[in-house]
C-alpha cells in the first residue's frame, strides 16, 4: 500500500480494467460484508443490555439466598453440642455430579455446567433433626441458583468479547478496507482515463501526420 501522512491508502495493483471489475466487486462484498456484522453488532448490544439487566436481578437475589441460608445454619448450629455439630458437618445425605457441555448462541461457544444431586430428597432419619434435613434441601437449591448465575455471567463475558470482535471488524471495514478500495478504484478510474485521452492524442496526431 502506499500512504501519506493521514491520507487515505491506495491499495498495489495495477490499473488495468480487469483489476477495476475485481476491486468494485470487492467493495460490494466489503459492504455488504459491514451491514451484517453492523446488524450483528446491534443485535449482540440488545442482548448484552438484556443479560446485564439479568444478572444484577439474578446476584442480589442470590446473595439474598445465601444470607438467608447462612443465618439458617448459624441458628442450627446454636441449637447443639460441639461434637453434634461436627458430626453433621462430616455426614453426607446427598452426592454431586456434574458435566459441562459447550451451547452455541449467536454462533458463540458458552459453557454450561450440567449439575445434579441424589438423591433429590434427603430421606427422613429420625438421627437427623427435621431442621437440618430443610437446610440441605436449601442448601442444594443455592447450589443450583449458583450454576445458573455461573452460567449466566460467563454468558455476558462471552458476549462482551463477540461484541469486541465484532467491532473491531466493522471499524476494519468501515475507516480501513472500504475507503482504501474507493481509493484505488478513483486512482485506476484516472490512469485509465488518462491513458484513453493519450492515446486519443496520439491517434489524432497519426491521422494528421499522415494527411
Known sequence: MEAGSGEKMKLKVNPTRMELLKLRGRRSLAKRGHKLLKDKEEQLLIEFRTLVKVVKKERKLTEKKLLEFYSDVLKLKGMMDEKRWESLLNSALFTTEYHIETQRIFNIPISKILFKTAPEIPPENHLVS??????????????????????????????????????????????????????????????????????????????????
Open 130 to 211: 427435621p431442621y437440618y434435613r430443610f437446610l440441605v434441601i436449601k442448601v442444594k437449591q443455592i447450589m443450583h441458583q449458583l450454576i445458573a448465575l455461573c452460567f449466566i455471567e460467563d454468558k455476558l463475558i462471552s458476549f462482551a468479547s463477540e461484541i469486541e470482535r465484532t467491532r473491531r471488524r466493522v471499524n476494519a471495514l468501515e475507516y480501513v478496507l472500504i475507503p482504501n478500495i474507493e481509493e484505488t478504484i478513483k486512482f485506476i478510474t484516472f490512469k485509465l482515463n488518462e491513458n484513453e485521452r493519450a492515446s486519443l492524442v496520439t491517434l489524432k496526431h497519426i491521422q494528421l501526420t499522415r494527411q
